[in-house]
């Protein structure tokens, strides 16, 4: 039995050892489709938004791409304030004729081209768009809405589609929603030109930005402040650079709360009131303008201790760095040997004028006879660290009694100050859209401007213009093999993870499927189980004692149904049974077995009835290797003596 345990105490140590290596290769393998899912996701928490794939019919010509894709003019449902597909030609649109202020006459005319054209990748037949078509322009470009949009009671939702083709440099792609006044010219739209809101993406070298500015009237002194959102802790990166088309939306409610969202997605939500830059309403009190800092007014928290005394031990001449006395000069140090040498293959350049030149010298080389010594020329101590350097005294810090803290000016109240607690309700009213952009980059795609206040009718735009897009995108995208390529161009240490992710499953199938090598124990065991001699008597007795094991296994199962009197009862017949052996000696009545063999059984009962007398020395007396053979089959030192028991208790 202990033997056996030695033996299985490796192998569940072997068994433990490759459950840690399947556990291994499984969380590299997680971590390698984590880090490719990453890619395709946001860095941060996002809110889904429903994605309603149900799209309002419309009685238009139908186009099917090769995928089947069966595009339709998308028809607003509901009601809208606005809605551009652009699959029609461009009317209701008006250029811009004016000029950019303040900037160089070359370049100050909203003269950047648009066309209204399909996607260069992933095309949808049939959907078309607003290009920006020009690069290192200045674009101006509007249309009136439907309706005036009042900000009361309802919702503003503006939603617009937005693919980067060619990437982006520097550049916008945002919208303005121009504030209704009785001097509204579209022809005349340009930077200054009044709007109410502000909203879309911006890129400049590496800043990516998604805007969403407010103009806020003062109700005090009726001038108009821009208020920027705070920037959404999303890296957006991405949407720039994927030259796929993606779903710009801006949810502005009655409640002051707004959400901006990309592909449906909350990229960031806050309020008016608590999340704009500059806030809304300013603050109560103010720094005053006339107060100013005392002279005597002490901010040092700390002063040096006028007490200190500079100690009559502190040397400030001692230098910071002293020779090293110690230091011995490296045998084989080439003292008469330059360390630099005119260069031998150097030759006068021809032109070379010595009167207006001078004497002509060849450039100096390294002394190819110092690159196999220590060093040439002059050797010199090295310098080490002085022990006995303080440098300049100093007193202590410690803190200053007259301490009065950092000054500040004193507070006043706001002259300027109001509180707008609805100032959603205060927005001007929405009259007209508008793009005016400049951008190094040209190709950028618009499509499918709404403008409306109701969540449902968007989402079912989106399903039929943007919904359709990323169908196609999707069906396009390369397969498995060339993202990961793709992947690991951006991170080249992902190859190390593709190279574990491929070698441990052929690794764990070497480790759990080949065969184990023989341990020594194994090989000891088997061993002594064949080199076992057999005898005539011992066969017998091995067979005996195989037998008498089933019997105990039975007793020891009748023993657990039994009472105390029926085990105490058992033990007083067994130990009869051991008695009349012992008075039978060599006339105790042949078995059926040992008739068969003779002669033998009288030696195995002369054995017997000498082992209840004599104890261990009859296991001494007998042959070495019987004695041996009974004592692991048996288990026990008193093997005769149980074996002759066990089969008086069989015969019975």
Avoid at 7 to 27: A, E, F, I, N
Avoid at 218 to 239: I, M, Q, S
Wanted: glycine share 6%; proline share 8%.
């Amino acid at each position: 039995m202990q033997k056996q345990l030695e033996l299985t105490v490796p192998r569940m140590t072997r068994m433990h050892s490759q459950w840690d290596w399947l556990c291994l290769g499984l969380l590299i393998i997680s971590s390698v489709t984590a880090e490719i899912e990453d890619g395709g996701v946001l860095g941060a928490d996002v809110e889904v938004e429903d994605f309603d794939e149900e799209s309002q019919q419309a009685d238009v010509d139908k186009e099917e791409s090769s995928l089947g894709v069966v595009y339709q003019t998308p028809k607003p449902t509901g009601d809208v304030y606005f809605a551009e597909p652009f699959d029609g030609e461009l009317t209701g649109w008006v250029l811009s004729k004016a000029k950019k202020e303040d900037t160089d006459d070359t370049i100050a005319k909203y003269d950047g081209r648009w066309e209204v054209e399909e996607l260069k990748e992933n095309t949808v037949p049939g959907d078309k768009g607003l290009v920006l078509k020009s690069a290192a322009k200045h674009h101006a470009i509007s249309a009136m809405l439907t309706k005036a949009f009042i900000f009361d009671k309802k919702p503003l939702i503006v939603q617009y589609e937005v693919n980067f083709q060619g990437g982006i440099d520097c550049g916008g792609a945002y919208i303005k929603l121009l504030s209704s006044t009785d001097d509204l010219d579209l022809e005349f739209f340009f930077d200054k030109t009044p709007y109410t809101i502000m909203f879309g993406p911006d890129k400049c070298g590496e800043d990516y930005k998604l805007h969403f500015i407010i103009r806020h009237r003062n109700p005090k002194t009726g001038e108009y402040d821009e208020k920027h959102a705070k920037r959404p802790d999303v890296d957006l990166k991405k949407f720039y650079l994927d030259k796929k088309t993606h779903l710009y939306t801006l949810v502005l409610k009655p409640d002051d709360t707004f959400e901006m969202l990309i592909d449906q997605s909350v990229i960031s939500k806050g309020s008016l009131l608590e999340d704009m830059v500059p806030p809304v309403n300013p603050p109560k009190e103010i720094d005053d303008p006339t107060d100013k800092k005392p002279d005597d007014w002490d901010e040092r928290p700390k002063i040096p201790d006028p007490n200190a005394v500079k100690p009559d031990d502190w040397d400030e001449d001692e230098p910071s760095k002293i020779e090293d006395l110690d230091a011995v000069k490296p045998e084989g140090w080439l003292d008469y040997e330059p360390q630099y040498v005119p260069d031998p293959s150097a030759k006068k350049p021809k032109d070379w004028d010595e009167e207006m030149d001078g004497e002509w010298e060849a450039p100096q080389v390294p002394n190819p006879k110092c690159a196999t010594a220590p060093g040439c020329g002059l050797w010199v101590r090295p310098m080490k660290n002085n022990p006995k350097y303080k440098g300049k005294w100093k007193a202590p810090m410690i803190p200053n009694p007259n301490y009065q803290g950092i000054w500040s000016p004193r507070k006043i109240p706001n002259p300027d100050y109001f509180e707008d607690p609805h100032p959603f309700e205060m927005m001007t009213p929405i009259s007209a859209i508008g793009l005016e952009l400049w951008s190094m980059t040209s190709d950028i795609y618009f499509d499918n401007f709404i403008i409306c206040s109701e969540k449902e009718v968007a989402d079912r735009w989106a399903a039929d213009g943007w919904g359709l897009k990323k169908l196609v995108a999707s069906a396009n995208e390369p397969g498995m093999f060339s993202q990961l390529v793709t992947a690991a161009e951006d991170h080249p240490w992902l190859w190390v993870l593709y190279i574990l992710t491929l070698a441990l499953p052929v690794g764990l199938g070497v480790l759990f499927c080949w065969p184990a090598k023989k341990t020594d124990e194994d090989f000891d065991l088997k061993k002594t189980d064949i080199s076992m001699p057999v005898t005539k008597g011992g066969v017998k007795q091995g067979r005996e004692e195989l037998e008498d094991d089933e019997i105990d296994l039975e007793e020891e199962k009748e023993n657990e149904d039994i009472g105390e009197d029926e085990r105490r009862e058992l033990e007083e017949t067994e130990g009869q049974f051991i008695e009349d052996t012992n008075k039978m000696g060599r006339k105790a009545p042949p078995s059926e077995d040992e008739s068969k063999y003779g002669e033998d059984d009288d030696e195995e009962n002369e054995v017997a009835g000498r082992s209840q007398e004599e104890g261990d020395e009859t296991n001494k007396s007998g042959s070495e290797d019987e004695v041996t053979a009974a004592d692991e089959i048996a288990g026990s030192g008193d093997g005769p003596l149980k074996s002759v028991r066990k089969r008086r208790v069989q015969k019975d």
